[in-house]
């Protein structure tokens, strides 16, 4: 591995100038865990990397606003989040789906920011924060601004922040009324990478459908909001043919590519049974008072 520089900014300005540069070779370094991973593999070689725990305590707490909603640090660790009582209540789905995203080591030393700054599509949390309509706050050179979670991913391993920017917080609004749902479909451990992640919420009002969020990922280059899947499901009944029109819809709308965890076709074919597996089950859950 080639030498690199490592910095230690004591302010959020100072770590935004710092990154603020044409270097290709600058990253933040927060958790590290999919860093090292990359750099272990040779897909990136740093010049220097700026470490991010010198204004961690600022940036890593969690809390609610007035309206209920519920605010996280992006240097907040994944563990942290999973067993954060603050969470549990606004946002039970996200420590739900922590169980299963990668093993207790990663979630010890992961932060929520990197989590999602890494652009990766077979990343648990993408989904099931944008199916609670989450958003994220960034801050960089030119300022601040908000950025829905669906709306942060450009492609693979690509996101829309720009030089300099960086995650410092994750904006979830009340749950209040909605029923949610994370499956994840793995071809090896029940914690590895999905080959399929589909999340979905749901808000009933007198058996039908007033509004719905359903998220794909993992199978499709980046995550993927299935708009034509909503609006099968929008004003309609509960009903199992209800979720099988949504089916449909999600199969037709979303662009699967083949990878190492299956062929294009077959998780248009998972993607299929767990539409309507997650519509089911959100229905069943009922919604957050």
């Known amino acids: 591995m080639r ?3 490592l910095v230690r900014p004591s302010s959020l300005a100072e770590a935004i100038a710092l990154l ?39 940036h890593a707490a969690i809390g609610i606003d007035d309206d209920g909603s519920l605010r996280i640090g992006a240097l907040a660790t994944l563990s942290t989040v999973e067993h ?9 789905l996200i420590p739900e789906a922590m169980k299963r995203l990668a093993n207790v080591r990663v979630r010890n030393a992961a932060r929520i920011g990197g989590n999602l700054a890494h652009g990766d599509p077979h990343m648990d949390l993408p989904p099931v924060l944008a ?6 706050r960034a801050v960089g050179p030119d300022g601040e601004r908000t950025i829905a979670v669906e709306d942060l991913f450009a492609g693979y391993y690509e996101t829309v922040l720009g030089r300099g ?4 917080q994750v904006i979830v609004p009340s749950q209040a009324g909605w029923a949610s749902v994370y499956h994840k479909c793995t071809t090896r451990s029940a914690d590895d990478w999905p080959a399929l992640g589909v999340a979905v919420s749901l808000r009933v009002v007198d058996g ?3 509004d719905s969020r359903l998220m794909v990922s993992a199978a499709t280059e980046k995550l993927t909001r299935l708009v034509t899947a909503e ?4 004003g309609a009944e509960t009903k199992a043919e209800t979720f099988a029109r949504a089916a449909d819809a999600a ?16 998780k248009s074919s998972l993607l299929h049974v767990y539409v309507r597996r997650a519509l089911r089950d959100a229905l069943s859950r009922g919604a957050l008072q």
């Open 3 to 5: 030498d690199f520089e």
């Open 20 to 58: 603020d540069t044409e270097d290709g070779g600058v990253r933040a370094f927060s958790g590290g865990t999919g860093l090292m991973l990359m750099m272990k593999t040779g897909v990136f070689t740093p010049t220097s990397l700026v470490r991010l725990d010198g204004i961690e305590p600022e």
């Open 84 to 92: 954060s009582p603050i969470v549990q209540k606004v946002a039970p």
């Open 131 to 136: 199916a609670l309509h989450a958003s994220v």
């Open 165 to 168: 920017e960086l995650l410092t």
């Open 208 to 210: 039908v459908i007033a």
């Open 231 to 234: 609006a099968q499901l929008k």
């Open 251 to 266: 199969v037709a709308e979303a662009e699967t590519i083949d990878d190492a965890r299956g062929s294009a076709e077959y």
